[in-house]
């Protein structure tokens, strides 16, 4: 079956502007993660849902940056007024309840 | 907080050499570790885990060992082919303390030539 997808798979914006990154998960599964992969961070967790719930949020890194899930399915994250240092890859993982978390091939974003 | 380091790359061997790609952790309860690779142009894969002390992952050749006294899981394999170039990352879930995040080493870099 198909896997996690992501969009778009590059995006270049500008200093200051909102940008949305999409993430549908493997059908069926309940847990939904968000990552990012940066060169002078590595890769960090972001934020959890499990259904359309986000108990864990915690690695956030500003208000700048939000998450929400619909329909126990489809993840948007979005950023705010988006900055140099918000350059990076965002990977999102889908996983059935705490099971395996398989991975998108992430959206590469590219602050101007 | 929970935390993992891995051995700094990147990592240059010949082909049908021997391969150890050091890794530690450290963590307040019973974590599940696990190596994810990633392939040029691809996205992470599950490599391997191990879910407790002494269990040893096994998967394509690789393997590694849950050993909890030197908080470590060590990645191995005998014999590395071309095809195994790629970024490697250690990471350890700890549901009782973290939920199920994973926490991922730095990643090391693994090029192997004919």
């Known amino acids: 079956g198909a896997g996690v997808s992501q969009s778009p798979s590059n995006k270049v914006t500008e200093k200051g502007k909102d940008v949305e990154l999409r993430c549908d998960p493997i059908?069926?599964?309940?847990?939904l993660y968000w990552y990012r992969q940066s060169l002078g961070q590595g890769l960090e967790f972001l934020i959890y849902?499990?259904?359309?719930?986000?108990?864990?949020k915690s690695g956030l890194p500003s208000d700048r940056f939000s998450a929400e899930r619909t329909g126990g399915s489809v993840s948007t994250l979005t950023i705010q007024r988006t900055q140099q240092e918000d350059s990076a890859v965002y990977l999102c993982?889908?996983?059935?309840?705490?099971?395996?978390?398989?991975f998108g091939p992430g959206t590469r974003l590219t602050v101007l | 907080g929970d935390s993992v380091t891995q051995m700094e790359g990147p990592v240059t061997l010949s082909e049908e050499a021997f391969l150890t790609i050091n890794c530690t952790y450290t963590a307040t309860g019973y974590p599940s570790l696990f190596w994810y690779v990633q392939y040029p142009g691809e996205g992470l894969q599950l490599l391997l885990k191990?879910?407790?002390?002494?269990d040893k992952g096994s998967n394509k050749g690789f393997e590694a060992t849950y050993r909890k006294e030197t908080t470590s899981f060590h990645l191995e394999k005998g014999s590395v082919q071309v095809s195994d170039s790629a970024v490697y990352f250690c990471a350890l879930s700890d549901p009782r303390t973290s939920g199920s995040r994973l926490t991922f080493g730095e990643g090391t870099q693994l090029t192997v030539n004919p």
């Open positions: 059908s069926g599964h309940t847990a």
């Open positions: 993982a889908s996983s059935l309840a705490d099971g395996e978390q398989f």
């Open positions: 849902f499990q259904g359309n719930s986000a108990p864990d």
């Open positions: 191990a879910t407790k002390a002494d």
